[in-house]
């Protein structure tokens, strides 16, 4: 465990010296912030015509903004986790910094925890830098449920967790950043879109098999807040898997 | 200390290592040479637990590299041929993360780092960033984490490649230094700096070790016999052959470097110089110089690696 942590730590400061971290930190906060404008906009018309309407529904700071805005993250995160986690195994591989890690005491699962843990702790940190939306609403005497607020949290933690298991796995692949980064894109999409293919009819027989791989199906239930024991077992046992494998290819290209 | 034995490496159909076996005692040097693409990385991979090998064993302080691969590593400190260093990092952090790393415990790490980097000469360049470093500086923190958990075997991976005149003296001194206290392999394909250096040689060639031993065992057993240096005033056609035909003097040859010189295949006994002198003197040819010549390890070397010694080169001229 403390081996982890040693990595982990040396990966998240590795992240933070590379102008990339600052360049993605800026790129999503920017969208992100315009996009809350938007929804916020978006609240203040739709609660206009509400209090105009003759027949008044009853509608919630959550539904509109935190849920959109959360979803938003996820979606973001599909173009960004890759990048973000693209070095991980790339980088030492083609600079053969991997020497060092792989004669060291240490186990294959421990390297790729840490790694993972390192890349784990940049999605959290991102999070936390958008809660600063939610405050400015609690500010505005519009404070969103603790509650949805949470679950949207944990969601968007998890299916980042998931994106960063994949970008992991391709970066244990090959020694060019730009082939991993690509190849964990096209399938970090593959896994967000399944869904909607599957709801939208098109998987014909496999819809049911699509829909169990679907990420953003999966996430659909936290942002409705609602925290499903088997969407945390999804999610934890699709990155336990992506990690495995991780591991699975490192050892093998021991043999090599 | 490690033990070395039909270690058996292939590359999808390419043999990389066939067959070697050799023992490194405690506190030996052990020179590993090589032509390059010998398999002298490979070889040191092996034994780094880097990758396992395909057949045979290797084993370091009793311990099998493949089935106690986690102890093993904790007694080996490694040096790539590339220094594994992460370019963003200063000195001093990348060295405080080899050595948790490697399992130094919290409170030793800082004094660690402060011994090795003594040792190393990096006192000055720790708050430096890696990226900025010169070669030799690369090289030399290269070194110092190879050392930061104090392993009792080393394994250096052609430690001067790539380095100026005078940093190659200083990590070749630092390497004997080193010796008194660990056990070292490093590789190289400069001979002197075997020479130099090192207590035993390995010398490898196409992923077969041909010659294992301690310097001078090697030098005996091979084949390689002494040699006489001669130098006479008055060369004539004769000299060779009647030189050849002294008792214990093996081949003679010219020595087109100087005129009237000759080599003499003849045992290091002070009896048959003697004997030389006198015969050369009695023949009035004028004995200007002789001195008896140990096997260069070029010799040994050039034997083992180039697949068949030109025939001129020992016959009689």
Known sequence: ?256 | MIEVDHLTKQFGGRTAVRDVSFRVNKGEILGFLGPNGAGKTTTMRILTCYMPATSGTARVAGYDVFDDSMEVRRRIGYLPENPPLYDEMTVRSYLDFAARLRGVPGRKVRERIDAVAGRCGLEETLPRIIGHLSRGYRQRVGLAQALIHDPAVLILDEPTVGLDPAQIVEIRKLIVDLGAEHTIIFSTHILPEVAATCTSVVIINEGEASVAGPLHAIAAGKGMSHKVHLRVARDGQAIARELSALPGVGAVRNDHTVSGGYWLDAEPSDALREGVARFVVEKGWGLLEMSSVAPSLEEIYLSATVRALPQERESVA
């Open chain 1, 1 to 256: 465990m403390k081996t982890i942590w040693i990595i982990a730590r040396r990966e998240l400061s590795s992240l933070f010296v590379s102008p990339m971290a600052y360049v993605i930190l800026i790129f999503v906060t920017f969208i992100l912030g315009w996009f809350f404008v938007y929804l916020v906009g978006a609240y203040a018309e739709y609660s206009m015509r509400m209090a105009m309407s003759p027949t008044p529904q009853d509608f919630r700071v959550d539904d509109i903004i935190i849920r959109n805005f959360y979803s938003t993250f996820a979606v973001i995160m599909v173009f960004v986790a890759p990048v973000l986690s693209m070095r991980t195994f790339a980088e030492e591989r083609r600079l053969r910094t991997a020497e060092l890690i792989l004669t060291a005491p240490v186990g294959t699962m421990q390297i790729v925890m840490g790694k993972y843990l390192g890349l784990l702790m940049m999605g959290l940190f991102m999070l936390v830098l958008t809660l600063v939306f939610p405050l400015w609403l609690a500010l505005q005497d519009a404070p969103p449920e603790p509650g949805p607020l949470v679950a949207a949290c944990l969601g968007v933690l998890l299916a980042t967790g998931a994106f960063f298991a994949v970008g992991v796995f391709s970066s244990s692949l090959t020694s060019n950043q730009v082939v991993a980064a690509v190849v964990a894109f096209v399938l970090c999409l593959f896994f967000w879109i399944v869904g909607a293919a599957a709801e939208s009819g098109t998987g014909g027989a496999f819809a049911p098999l699509l829909e169990s791989f679907s990420i953003s199906s999966r996430l659909d239930d936290f942002m409705k807040g609602v925290i499903d024991t088997r969407s945390l077992v999804f999610f934890l046992s699709f990155i336990g898997t992506g990690l495995f494998f991780t591991g699975r290819v490192l050892d093998s290209s021991r043999w090599r």
